[in-house]
């Protein structure tokens, strides 16, 4: 028998259980994706594989593990068969310290908040190395995309964290989660309604998504940095960028909506329902939105959000300190 | 300056929330589609489907199309040819012609000569290459009798360029063939 300590077993139970987590995630937010995009454009989405279209996310799941690697000539093979892998691990770390429930959490560290930061943070690196490795002009535009994106958003990001951490005092997610209460008005997202809607725009840019969809723009640069991935490799961006969803709602969910804590019970059910609440919207805006020009994007982050946050940032220290 | 300036941002990001209403409202209305295999729709007037003859009134086996060929030059996709056999049909009848000769030429019009013998284009297939066409509706415009019109054959499907070479001739005759043992 080998002596293995306590907290590795627990992280490496908890890594499985997260992986069948973000595998099963996956398939439930493509359909859901899908769903919405097909009833916002007064379609049915998709229908014939399964009552509903709803083995439709597995049926492109084999498409997908199915098909033939491909690697584009003058590609560098070591590194453009490293982005997506480097793409999609950090996603799974993401999920040691959230707290899903009360009782309900993998690392229970105190850094927590710290560690997200820094490892959502890495994937900028993968898609940068994607762009680059691909010896394709779209991925490199791609990639070029994503990092001044990334780099610009990340600072509006952490400066509407900042004033969550000052009001509950820890970095530590499940303290965050217990020092709101179970109702609605003790939430922080009523201390910090601005903050909110800054992270929530800052979250839509740093994961990609429609209308900040900028690295993949599909209709200006095919697919952006994953143009060139077939099979598994553009799988696992895909999943990495679901993972990430989950992630950054996860976050919004913990730091301004009360977490795992919810009316009458609390508990993971509060927390899931918080999650695909924010995810749903986020599916909702990117079904609305036109794509922004770049321009526009990177205006909205320096001459808007950061500003704003830097305000927001101070007034909550000006009223702490009072 | 600075009041309108807050002012527009204040509109436009009410504008954002507008929209997020509008999909929001269709995402809850009832679907626009259907479910093609299962169910069709009927509503096809104004349909484009690609180009067919259109048979006389009193004749339905025989088209309008007078095999001119214009509508074979006028397309960009070259994707009309005409089969013609041209037939020199006997002059018209002897009779009429007498009693023409025997009129008296009163009017200064000038006749046609009647003798030399006619000779009549006649369609042997109009063959319509659908794989190019681009349904710029070129050939139906220029025709000079009106004998070409878009068809309403929305379920075209197959599994070979081969099946989209068409021949409206025999297509129209089909047609009017089961039109005909309808009634």
Known sequence: ?322 | MMVKKIKQTFTDLWSLVVGLKVTGKNFFQPQLTVHYPRETVDTLDGYRGHVELVPKKNDPFNPICIACGTCAKICPSNCITLHVKKVTEPAPSAKKEDSASQEPVQNNQKAASPKKPKTKRVLEAFELNYNYCSLCGLCAQSCPLGGLRFSKNVYLAGVSPKEFEIDLLARMRSQSQIAKEEN
């Open chain 1, 1 to 322: 028998m080998i002596n293995l300590p306590m907290p590795l077993i627990q992280i490496l139970i908890g890594l499985v259980a997260i992986l069948a987590f973000v595998g099963l995630n996956g398939l439930v937010l493509v359909y859901l994706e899908r769903k919405i995009a097909g009833h916002v454009q007064r379609r049915p989405g998709p229908f014939e594989v399964g009552p509903h279209g709803i083995l439709q996310p597995l049926a492109d799941a084999v498409k997908l593990v199915g098909k033939q690697l491909i690697t584009p000539k003058g590609a560098d093979a070591v590194l453009y068969w490293a982005a997506p892998i480097i793409s999609f691990a950090p996603a799974i770390v993401c999920f040691l310290p959230i707290p899903f429930g009360p009782t309900l959490t993998n690392i229970n560290i105190n850094a927590g908040l710290v560690l997200i930061l820094a490892f959502t943070g890495l994937n900028v690196l993968a898609l940068c190395l994607a762009g680059w490795s691909s010896q394709n002009k779209w991925s490199l535009l791609g990639a070029a995309r994503d990092i001044s994106q990334s780099v610009a958003y990340e600072i509006p990001l952490l400066l509407s964290i900042l004033p969550i951490m000052m009001l509950s005092g820890s970095l530590n997610l499940y303290e965050i989660s217990t020092s709101q209460g179970a109702w609605p008005w003790q939430w922080y997202i009523v201390y910090q309604p601005l903050a909110f809607i800054i992270f929530f725009v800052c979250i839509l840019a740093e994961t990609n998504r429609a209308p900040f969809d900028l690295p993949e723009a599909e209709s200006e640069l095919t697919a952006g940095f994953h143009t060139e991935y077939s099979g598994m490799g553009f799988g696992l961006f895909f999943l990495a960028e679901y993972s990430y969803m989950i992630v950054a709602c996860a976050m919004a969910s913990i730091l301004f909506l009360g977490g795992f804590n919810g009316p009458l019970a609390s508990g993971w059910w509060w927390f899931l329902l918080k999650v695909y609440a924010l995810l749903i919207v986020m599916m909702w805006l990117r079904w609305t939105y036109p794509r922004v020009r770049f321009d526009q994007l990177l205006n909205i982050c320096w001459k808007w959000l950061i500003p704003l946050s830097l305000v927001n940032l101070l007034f909550t220290a000006l009223v702490i300190k009072l």
